[in-house]
């Protein structure tokens, strides 16, 4: 059982003018967190809560959760 994304993240923000060089320089988005997310790695809730508000979306939208 894990939880995973529905979505490539980083490919999304881009999309949205969100570019990795952005969401550091505006600190939107720590490097720690970057990294996280190229990996595929899950974030904290603090940071899920801030990619929702960026892509104008729900958690769900992003997450799933995959029984394995």
Not at 46 to 60: A, P, Y
Request: one cysteine or more; proline letters at 0%.
């Amino acid at each position: 059982m894990s939880i995973q994304y529905k979505i490539n993240v980083l490919a999304e923000l881009k999309s949205k003018g969100y570019n990795t060089s952005r969401l550091r320089k505006e600190k939107l988005l720590a490097e720690a967190t970057i990294q996280l997310l190229r990996q595929n790695k899950i974030v904290s809730y603090k940071n899920i809560s801030r990619l929702c508000k960026l892509l104008k979306c729900d958690v769900g939208d992003i997450l799933e959760y995959r029984e394995d």
